[in-house]
């Protein structure tokens, strides 16, 4: 990983730099109000809370949910670094040529953790929403030998479960786990499994605005271009000899 933040942005897909800096700019804001200088934000107020988000309007909550990890630790960095390793891997390996479906699946999960959220007492979402990425690429790659602290040795589809066993070790709850699987399951089955069922039809469809926005057009192999618009611009000097 290059050592400047600059430089590491620059390596990041269209889709993994605009999540990264969202993140970026709340954690910059936090740790300002941990070291005294700034006092701009709390996690108070980025907590996921549905009486101030649907009484107060304080519509931000949906999304800075997402963005807060906690202090800088090791749980932190831990998520910091599966964030980073899967969704680069994902958007440059199934999701490669397909932002505006990548960015889809963001949409998706995030709808699906917020409604579960609701019943599950959930204030921070982004550790499910990394589990969620996980899943995905361990679906989608299942022959994949996995090497877990030089100490387990498994198949891709298994390391869901083995960071949720991690997790459990260091004493966390494992709800924001399994909804992380739960939700990555519900994607990946209506993604990747069900269309492909004798009967089975495409459930997700990616909205034409986000293919708009993030997919560049498909060139057209007959289009027969301009002449400004042939590299050299213009043929000056090439006309038609006299006489001919």
Not at 28 to 38: D, E, M, T, W
């Amino acid at each position: 990983m290059p050592g400047s933040s600059r430089n590491w942005g620059l390596g990041l897909g269209e889709a993994q730099r605009g999540w990264s800096q969202e993140w970026v700019e709340a954690y910059r804001a936090h740790s300002g109000v941990q070291n005294r200088p700034l006092e701009l934000i709390t996690p108070f107020q980025l907590y996921f809370n549905p009486e101030l988000i649907f009484k107060h309007f304080q519509i931000w909550r949906l999304i800075t949910n997402f963005l807060f990890f906690g202090p800088v630790g090791f749980n932190f960095l831990f998520n910091m670094i599966f964030l980073y390793r899967y969704c680069r891997m994902l958007e440059e390996g199934s999701f490669r040529g397909r932002t505006a479906d990548f960015v889809f699946m963001f949409l998706f999960g995030g709808f699906l953790m917020t409604l579960f959220g609701l019943f599950v007492s959930l204030v921070f979402l982004g550790q499910a929403f990394t589990i969620m990425l996980v899943y995905v690429w361990s679906r989608r790659n299942p022959y994949v030998r996995m090497n877990f602290f030089g100490l387990l040795n498994f198949q891709a589809p298994f390391l869901p479960w083995v960071l949720m066993g991690f997790s459990l070790l260091l004493g966390n709850s494992i709800i924001v786990d399994l909804l992380g699987i739960a939700v990555g399951h519900i994607y990946f089955f209506l993604e990747d499994v069900f269309p492909n069922q004798p009967g089975g039809i495409r459930i997700l469809k990616t909205p034409s605005i986000l293919k708009a926005i993030f997919d560049t057009p498909d060139e057209d192999p007959n289009y027969n271009p301009l002449p400004e618009e042939r590299p050299g611009g213009f043929a000056w000097g090439e006309g038609q000899r006299l006489g001919g």
